[in-house]
């Protein structure tokens, strides 16, 4: 079973950048198609942006497209959230997750990181 933990998450002002990052413990890594989620207090969490094992495909919900692009390196055990022209209703907590699917439902993600929160000031 994979571990995950994000970090990259900050106070940031509308229009920056950001990158999160996503270290995965274990060695089946490759293996997993890796997912971004955010969560607002009272929400869902929302799929943000999700990539195949080998990344060579990803997948992006349409309010993120054409800012924000997915990564990983997996000779690092890493996924990546680069996140450009960052806007408020960014504003959430991010999380990594692990899937034995290619799927953007949450409830198909077996492994979760901890979540590292992202904060867009106007």
């Known amino acids: 079973q994979v571990q995950l933990v994000e970090s990259g998450g900050g106070l940031v002002e509308a229009g920056a950048s950001l990158r999160l990052s996503c270290a995965a413990s274990g060695r089946l890594f490759s293996s997993y198609f890796m997912g971004w989620f955010r969560q607002t207090p009272g929400q869902e969490r929302e799929f943000v942006a999700a990539?195949?094992?080998?990344?060579?495909?990803?997948y992006y919900a349409d309010s993120v497209k054409g800012r924000f692009t997915v990564s990983r390196d997996n000779a690092k055990n890493t996924l990546y959230l680069l996140m450009n022209s960052l806007k408020p209703e960014d504003t959430a907590v991010y999380y990594c997750?692990?899937?034995?699917?290619?799927?953007?439902?949450?409830?198909?993600?077996?492994?979760w990181g901890q979540g590292t929160q992202v904060t867009v000031s106007s």
């Open positions: 997750a692990a899937s034995n699917f290619n799927t953007r439902r949450a409830h198909e993600y077996h492994t």
């Open positions: 990539i195949r094992g080998i990344g060579d495909i990803t």
